[in-house]
Nanobody, 120 residues
Framework: VQLQASGGGLVQHGGSLRLSCAASGIIFSTNDWAWYRQAPGKQRERVAA???????DYADSVKGRFTISRDNAKNLVYLSMNSLKSEDTAAYYC???????????????WGQGTQVTVSS
């Protein structure tokens, strides 16, 4: 399994970015997917998730600003981020949703992620 996140960069406070994640070597359409982020010195946190049926869930800190979507035909997951704040600065990763994987299931290895830096 390979997970390749892209689209990060340096953006000003209040700006926008759209992240993409390409998944290969895994049955994409039947999995729930999520975006995660990890800032230096902090634990990785789940930011947004989308089920195989298209239902979404967001961390309180990003509700109303971030939108997760998926394209099953292309095996892609997206994260549109608006009204970015300095506290959104982190490395962003995609993977299956750790909240919904069956007990005992091993998650795919994390990809390299994509860095998002928001300047004030």
């Amino acid at each position: 399994v390979q997970l390749q996140a892209s689209g990060g960069g340096l953006v000003q406070h209040g700006g926008s970015l759209r992240l993409s994640c390409a998944a290969s070597g895994i049955i994409f359409s039947t999995n729930d997917w999520a975006w995660y982020r990890q800032a230096p010195g902090k634990q990785r946190e789940r930011v947004a998730a989308i089920t195989s049926g298209g239902s979404t869930d967001y961390a309180d800190s990003v509700k109303g600003r971030f939108t997760i979507s998926r394209d099953n035909a292309k095996n892609l997951v997206y994260l549109s981020m608006n009204s970015l704040k300095s506290e959104d600065t982190a490395a962003y990763y995609c993977n299956v949703d750790w909240n919904t994987i069956p007990p005992g299931t091993i998650m795919p290895l994390w990809g390299q992620g994509t860095q998002v830096t928001v300047s004030s």
